[in-house]
């Protein structure tokens, strides 16, 4: 069962009680500051992602104060996608259109089997998850629009934690990023339960999904257990976390830039030359950028590495994806 937040939903078809003005006023500060970071123009058409958790409602009641105040020109859609995990899925998205009437803001929404995705695809629940909404938002986001979504400083944490404990490079340490392509992070730099106290102080409702809770998820364990005692030991560790992952990103910025002019000055009718292999750190590098997505796991990357620098040809690795690797005379070809 879905739990609701401590207050009554908003009655559907009128603007917020004036009572909760201040705290939205404040929502509103913290998304303005993330916009302005991500230079978002004043007059873009955003497709809010809003699941009815605490997060994403801050990012809407955050989102439609600027609007209403005419501090942002933007034009807003609220998208929510139901995952048809939990029976009672469909009262998040009456929760959430609801919400989005009382906003008076368009409304977006479909009900998807992601238990299938994961299945049909060989994902796991959240990686399907996590495909399945990308998709849908990009679906209902029209040309020119931008795709914002409620990720937060800690949710930023964790998943450079969970890239760590899963074993990453430099890439991985990454975490989230604010911006990609058209999708936009602008609550990042802000703290869940800053954003949680500033709904609850304001009376703005909100919905807790119980399996956030459940241990048998690795990311639930990390966010309960894990970054709860590092936050014990060092108060501010997942600023700190935030704050290694941009300097990581941009390391792994310039890598990737000498990487690429690396993968051209190799590339030749017979393949990727391999006579003369670079360092290592950056020829596992120029294969990962030559092999594209899906990325292959970091074992096929070594094979690969070894076969190129070995003597022996005639080698062939699978790559998955359909995708194949040859070697022969010291040149990598890459076929599908």
Do not use: C
């Amino acid at each position: 069962m879905v739990e609701q937040g401590t207050h009554k939903p908003l009655a559907g078809g009128s603007n917020p009680p004036s009572a909760t003005t201040p705290h939205r006023d404040a929502l509103a500060r913290a998304v303005d500051g993330g916009a302005a970071r991500l230079a978002i123009p004043d007059d873009a058409a955003i497709v809010l992602a809003v699941s009815g958790g605490p997060d994403s409602m801050a990012l809407l009641n955050g989102a439609a104060r600027l609007v209403e105040t005419d501090a942002r020109g933007w034009r807003l859609t609220v998208a929510h996608l139901d995952h048809g995990l939990r029976p009672d899925g469909a009262d998040d998205a009456r929760f959430v259109a609801e919400a989005a009437e009382a906003l008076s803001l368009r409304y977006e929404a479909l009900r998807t089997d992601v238990a299938a995705l994961a299945r049909d695809e060989g994902r796991s629940l959240e990686d399907a998850g996590r495909e399945a909404r990308y998709r849908f938002l990009e679906g209902v986001a029209p040309e020119g629009s931008m795709i914002a979504t409620a990720h937060t400083a800690d949710d930023a944490a964790e998943t450079v934690l969970l890239n760590l404990l899963r074993g990453t490079g430099l890439t991985g340490a990454r975490g989230i990023p604010a911006r990609r392509g058209r999708i936009v992070r602008p609550l990042l730099a802000e703290r869940r339960a800053a954003l949680r106290g500033l709904l609850d102080a304001g009376g703005i409702d909100y919905r807790l999904d119980p399996s956030n809770e459940d241990p048998a998820f690795l990311r639930n364990r990390v966010r309960n257990e894990v970054l709860p005692l590092l936050e014990s030991v060092r108060p501010g560790a997942a600023e700190r976390i935030g704050q290694f992952s941009r300097l990581a990103a941009d390391d792994d910025a310039l890598l990737d830039d000498l990487a690429h002019a690396e993968l051209v000055r190799r590339t030749t009718e017979e393949g990727i030359d391999w006579r003369e292999p670079p360092v290592t750190a950056l020829g596992r590098r120029v294969l990962r950028i030559a092999l594209g997505e899906p990325a292959p796991s970091a074992e096929r990357v070594e094979a690969l590495l070894e076969a190129a620098a070995g003597e022996r040809g005639g080698v062939t690795i699978e790559l998955g994806g359909g995708r194949v690797a040859s070697v022969s005379r010291r040149h990598i070809r890459i076929l599908t």
